[in-house]
Nanobody, 126 residues
Framework: QVQLVESGGGSVQAGGSLRLSCAAS????????MGWFRQAPGKEREGVAA????????YYADSVKGRFTISRDNAKNTLYLQMNSLKPEDTAMYYC???????????????????WGQGTQVTVSS
């Protein structure tokens, strides 16, 4: 079955960087679109970034554009999120998600992704 395991979260000061990873298993990774989402306490889940099967097409929320980069290594079945110039408002639990590029994936809609990891916490202090 599909398994997604996030890692790389932690605590960092504003302006710092973190790189999240998501190790995928149990399915044909290269055939699935991937996405990163986040949820802060008391807030709705937010789509952060998404990437096509081959990694050519990427999409970002306006709030992270220019600071975050999504990428994937299909040889290693791993998804990444490089986060630079972090801000306190980036503090959240970050989740990776996957599915067969359903309608809505390119606008990073959560309902387009049926498989989710357990999340990794990112905390940015001012």
């Amino acid at each position: 079955q599909v398994q997604l395991v996030e890692s790389g979260g932690g605590s960092v000061q504003a302006g710092g960087s973190l790189r999240l990873s998501c190790a995928a298993s149990g399915y044909t990774y290269s055939r699935y679109c991937m996405g990163w989402f986040r949820q802060a306490p008391g807030k709705e889940r937010e789509g952060v970034a998404a990437i096509s099967t081959g990694g050519v097409s990427t999409y970002y929320a306006d709030s992270v554009k220019g600071r975050f980069t999504i990428s994937r290594d299909n040889a290693k079945n791993t998804l990444y999120l490089q986060m630079n110039s972090l801000k306190p408002e980036d503090t959240a639990m970050y989740y990776c998600a996957t599915d067969l590029c359903k309608v809505g994936w390119s606008v990073i809609q959560g309902r387009a992704f049926g498989y989710w990891g357990q999340g990794t916490q990112v905390t940015v202090s001012s």
